[in-house]
């Protein structure tokens, strides 16, 4: 008897620990997967996700989590951010990296960070699924998508993995 009351505590502490919004994936499909190489390094591993898991670029809400597999400083993240969106010529907007600068940390090995786009254009990101803050500029979540889904992006081979290709 004590087993099942274990056992039904244990689901419910499961089932209901965390709510559903507080996975920014939870409700998303997998679209695709891949891993970002640089010289001998792997830097992270990418999986793209969209409501019904198909890659679409408006199709809104998605979202596209980064698990680092070697620590980066938050200045180096937000540099290689900057220079990717001025290599694909993308109208950036210098308040975003100020934003951007406000609310992500360095990453360390196995830290995960995503950001999900919701309908009404607002970004999000998370650090280790907690929610670091958001974007409200509608501009910003396809511009830093870009610098994966673009087709002139710095690795294809990725790119078309992220998309389910």
Do not use: C
């Amino acid at each position: 008897m004590m087993k099942k009351y274990l056992w039904l505590l244990w689901w419910l502490a499961m089932s209901f620990s965390l709510p559903s919004w507080a996975h920014p994936t939870a409700d998303l499909n997998l679209v695709g997967q891949g891993s970002m190489r640089w010289l001998f390094w792997d830097l992270y591993q990418a999986r793209f996700y969209s409501a019904d898991g198909q890659y679409k670029a408006d199709g809104f809400p998605q979202a596209l989590a980064l698990r680092y597999q070697r620590d980066i400083g938050k200045e180096d993240l937000l540099e290689a951010t900057v220079t990717e969106w001025q290599r694909l010529g993308i109208d950036w907007r210098p308040q975003w990296r100020r934003e951007l600068s406000a609310i992500w940390p360095s990453v360390k090995k196995r830290d995960e960070l995503v950001l999900r786009v919701d309908s009404a254009g607002v970004s999000r990101f998370y650090f280790n699924w907690e929610l670091l803050g958001e974007i409200t500029d509608p501009d910003f979540g396809p511009a830093f998508l870009a610098i994966w889904l673009s087709p002139d992006s710095r690795d294809p081979r990725l790119t078309r993995q992220l998309k389910g290709n």
